[in-house]
């Protein structure tokens, strides 16, 4: 389905009972809502309505020109809200998606039933620029993501998952080396200047934060503190997961969140 905005299109996809409490999922950098994929029939099967929806310049919701800010890719996620007249959600974003999730708790609280912090940080990393900065030379060269695909793949799942999975592992590397350049760039942008650390504790909503105790990018002491800083937060650590926990092991994932979610079910 899709929503057009501003001459812009944001591609979303819902299914469920339109009285059931509602799961929005938001994906990582140079995914789509695809990666989603496993969770869908289990939330259903639990009894949820579930959202999914590509960022701007991802999947297939149009790019948007320039550099994004955080703040304008979670005022896409609330445009998405008002047009399906959703009120609130649970809320569970996987890196740039967990980004979405902690702007969403602080800057639209009304709208946070609960939230899911999956392998993110509360602020650019520290070496942000300079990561991103080489990323954004080589796919600029190249005018492709494809460069880029082998490497995140190598972060985001591990050698056994490809062996196991060779297909779908094919298929999210496609995925990745498809995303449109300007999108990429755009959203990295948005990664490369944010801070809600200071504003962490403003978050009312329940947090669980996970991370994959072998996705390179999840350091254990920076997810600690931001469950430590959130109101009502708690981390689980999932073991031997890499940077996409929710694909890697879907049953452990689903498991986990639908248990929370159905804590804060209301």
């Given at each position: 389905m899709l929503l057009w905005t501003n001459g812009r299109k944001i591609y979303y996809d819902v299914v469920g009972p339109a009285d059931a409490p509602v799961v929005y999922f938001a994906h990582s950098l140079a995914a789509d809502s695809g990666m989603w994929?496993?969770?869908?029939?289990?939330?259903?099967?639990?009894?949820?309505?579930?959202?999914?929806?590509?960022?701007?310049?991802?999947?297939?919701?149009?790019?948007?020109?320039?550099?994004?800010?955080?703040?304008?890719?979670?005022?896409?996620?609330?445009?998405?809200?008002?047009?399906?007249?959703?009120?609130?959600?649970?809320?569970?974003?996987?890196?740039i998606g967990g980004m979405i999730a902690q702007g969403l708790g602080i800057l639209h609280p009304e709208r946070v039933a609960s939230l899911v912090l999956c392998d993110t940080q509360s602020q650019s990393p520290a070496d942000a620029r300079e990561r991103w900065g080489k990323r954004t030379i080589v796919i600029q060269d190249a005018n492709s993501m494809a460069p880029l695909a082998e490497a995140t793949m190598g972060r985001w799942l591990s050698a056994e998952f490809k062996?196991?999975?060779?297909?779908?592992?094919q298929q999210v590397h496609d995925t990745v080396a498809a995303t449109p350049v300007q999108g990429y760039i755009g959203c990295a942008a948005a990664i490369q200047d944010f801070d809600w650390t200071?504003?962490?504790?403003?978050?009312?909503?329940?947090?669980?934060?996970?991370?994959?105790?072998?996705?390179?990018?999840?350091?254990?002491?920076?997810?600690?503190?931001?469950?430590?800083?959130?109101?009502?937060?708690?981390?689980?650590a999932l073991e031997g997961a890499r940077h996409l926990p929710n694909m890697e092991d879907p049953d452990r994932f689903n498991r986990i969140v639908i248990d929370w979610c159905n804590r804060w079910r209301g």
């Amino acid at each position: 389905m899709l929503l057009w905005t501003n001459g812009r299109k944001i591609y979303y996809d819902v299914v469920g009972p339109a009285d059931a409490p509602v799961v929005y999922f938001a994906h990582s950098l140079a995914a789509d809502s695809g990666m989603w994929s496993d969770q869908v029939p289990a939330f259903l099967a639990a009894g949820y309505r579930v959202l999914r929806a590509d960022m701007r310049g991802h999947g297939g919701s149009d790019v948007a020109p320039g550099n994004y800010r955080m703040e304008q890719l979670i005022a896409d996620a609330v445009l998405l809200l008002d047009h399906l007249e959703i009120a609130k959600v649970h809320f569970c974003g996987l890196s740039i998606g967990g980004m979405i999730a902690q702007g969403l708790g602080i800057l639209h609280p009304e709208r946070v039933a609960s939230l899911v912090l999956c392998d993110t940080q509360s602020q650019s990393p520290a070496d942000a620029r300079e990561r991103w900065g080489k990323r954004t030379i080589v796919i600029q060269d190249a005018n492709s993501m494809a460069p880029l695909a082998e490497a995140t793949m190598g972060r985001w799942l591990s050698a056994e998952f490809k062996q196991r999975h060779p297909n779908l592992w094919q298929q999210v590397h496609d995925t990745v080396a498809a995303t449109p350049v300007q999108g990429y760039i755009g959203c990295a942008a948005a990664i490369q200047d944010f801070d809600w650390t200071p504003r962490l504790p403003e978050i009312a909503a329940p947090a669980l934060v996970l991370y994959g105790t072998e996705d390179p990018a999840a350091h254990p002491q920076d997810n600690q503190k931001i469950a430590d800083a959130l109101q009502n937060g708690e981390l689980l650590a999932l073991e031997g997961a890499r940077h996409l926990p929710n694909m890697e092991d879907p049953d452990r994932f689903n498991r986990i969140v639908i248990d929370w979610c159905n804590r804060w079910r209301g």
